[in-house]
C-alpha cells in the first residue's frame, strides 16, 4: 500500500515500511524499516531543508519529483529513480511475483531489499541495485583496503561491491555513483 504524509511516500508491505522524502533541491532521502516506526534520529549526514516536492499517484505506482530527480515506487515496492530528462539512474534488482505486469517479473523470489533479523530487534538490511551502465563507477566507504577502488568491474570479472562495516574498515556507508559518457 502507497500512501502519502507531510511531503512523504510511504510504502508498506508485509511489516515493511519504505519512506521517501525531498533531501534537498535536487536530492531524495529512502529509508527502510521492518519495526513499528522509525526511530526518532535523524541519522542523515546533512539536516533535510523545507524542500516541497510534487508527489503524484496513480494505481500501479507513486512518484515524487523533487528537483531533477524523479523517484517512482510500484504498488509492488520496486523503487526507480529517474533524472529530469526521464533517463533511468538507479533501479532495485527485484525478481519477484509482486508485479506481474514488470518486465522483470520472475520466479526465483530476490528482494530488493532483504531483512535479516538481528537478535535484540534490529535488522540487516541488504539493498540490492541493477546496473544500467557498462562504463559506470562506483566508489564507497566501507571498503576493504586494496587497490582496486571501482569494485563494479575489475579486469574481464564483474564484481560485487560490498560496502559494510567491519574491525578495520569504515562504518559510515555513503556511496558515490559516477557515469562516464
Not at 530528462?85 to 531489499?113: F, M, Q, T, W
Request: charged content about 25%; overall charge positive.
Amino acid at each position: 500500500m502507497i500512501t502519502t504524509q507531510e511531503n512523504k511516500l510511504i510504502y508498506t508491505f508485509n511489516q515493511e515500511t519504505v519512506l521517501i522524502e525531498p533531501w534537498g533541491k535536487n536530492a531524495i532521502r529512502v529509508r527502510a524499516i521492518k519495526q513499528a516506526a522509525f526511530p526518532e534520529e535523524n541519522w542523515a549526514l546533512t539536516q533535510p531543508c523545507g524542500h516541497t516536492a510534487a508527489i503524484t499517484q496513480t494505481e500501479r505506482y507513486a512518484q515524487m519529483e523533487n528537483g531533477n530527480l524523479t523517484a517512482r515506487i510500484t504498488s509492488g515496492g520496486k523503487l526507480t529513480v529517474y533524472n529530469s530528462r526521464g533517463e533511468k539512474l538507479l533501479e532495485e534488482y527485484a525478481r519477484n511475483r509482486r508485479d506481474v505486469l514488470d518486465p522483470k517479473c520472475s520466479a526465483i523470489e530476490v528482494e530488493a531489499r532483504e531483512f535479516r533479523p538481528i537478535p535484540g530487534g534490529d535488522y540487516h538490511l541488504t539493498a540490492r541495485f541493477e546496473s544500467l551502465d557498462p562504463n559506470e563507477k562506483i566508489f564507497g566507504m566501507g571498503q576493504y583496503q586494496q587497490p582496486h577502488l571501482n569494485l563494479k568491474r575489475y579486469g574481464s570479472r564483474t564484481c560485487t561491491p560490498q560496502f559494510a562495516g567491519f574491525g578495520a574498515v569504515s562504518a559510515v556507508q555513503p556511496w558515490l555513483r559516477t557515469a562516464v559518457e
